[in-house]
T-cell receptor, first 112, second 115 residues
Framework: DGGITQSPKYLFRKEGQNVTLSCEQN?????MYWYRQDPGQGLRLIYY???????QKGDIAEGYSVSREKKESFPLTVTSAQKNPTAFYLC???????????FGSGTRLTVV | AQTVTQSQPEMSVQEAETVTLSCTYD???????LFWYKQPPSRQMILVIR??????QNATENRFSVNFQKAAKSFSLKISDSQLGDTAMYFC????????????FGQGTELSVKP
């Protein structure tokens, strides 16, 4: 079955470390998105990519970086510059033709 | 700025009764999609219903229906015959055509269905 796989499900980061969250899709979707979810704030867009080798900043890109070297993969790196990274991170992809979105099951990142 | 406002952080309803979740949004664009997503405790985002802004007829999916008022920029969700499995966080969202497909979400409404 087609879908989006996010890994790991839980991730712990020490102060000053960079960590990378994985997002892989086998839906042949062109566009992919990273959202951050905090209690009481809904989902906020971090980065998005509409095509391979191209990506744009969302509303809260500071302290994060992404790459899009393959259509199937859109990893998110949380750098040490992100001062409050503890949150739930959701990856999504979009079918271009009719705005049908598919979400991954998320990664819970905690700073220890 | 394009924003979505859900004014009810929490709601509760008795099983089998009807509940309405409110959503207002702000955009100067004319062509967009509106969505309601459900996020149960598993945190998986599940599409409940969607509406294209150019369609005047309100969307319906089984027990779920919307009241779309484009002029008022209002998009409420009605859940009929509420079931225990409807307990979840509900998010209202919209996306503007041809602007990167960026979904803009509200803050969410936590719905509890009580037996």
């Amino acid at each position: 079955d087609g879908g989006i796989t996010q890994s790991p499900k839980y991730l712990f980061r020490k102060e000053g470390q960079n960590v990378t969250l994985s997002c892989e899709q086998n839906l042949n979707h062109d566009a992919m998105y990273w959202y951050r979810q905090d209690p009481g704030q809904g989902l906020r867009l971090i980065y998005y990519s509409q095509i391979v080798n191209d990506f744009q900043k969302g509303d809260i890109a500071e302290g994060y970086s992404v790459s899009r070297e393959k259509k199937e993969s859109f990893p998110l790196t949380v750098t040490s510059a992100q001062k409050n990274p503890t949150a739930f991170y959701l990856c999504a992809s979009r079918r271009d033709s009719n705005y049908g979105y598919t979400f991954g099951s998320g990664t819970r990142l905690t700073v220890v | 700025a394009q924003t979505v406002t859900q004014s009810q952080p929490e709601m509760s309803v008795q099983e089998a009764e009807t509940v309405t979740l409110s959503c207002t949004y702000d955009t100067s664009e004319n062509n967009y999609y509106l969505f309601w997503y459900k996020q149960p405790p598993s945190r998986q985002m599940i599409l409940v219903i969607r509406q294209e802004a150019y369609k005047q007829q309100n969307a319906t999916e089984n027990r779920f229906s919307v009241n779309f008022q484009k002029a008022a920029k209002s998009f409420s969700l009605k859940i009929s015959d509420s079931q225990l499995g409807d307990t979840a966080m509900y998010f209202c969202a919209f996306v503007i055509y041809n602007q990167g497909g960026k979904l803009i979400f509200g803050q969410g409404t936590e719905l509890s269905v009580k037996p």
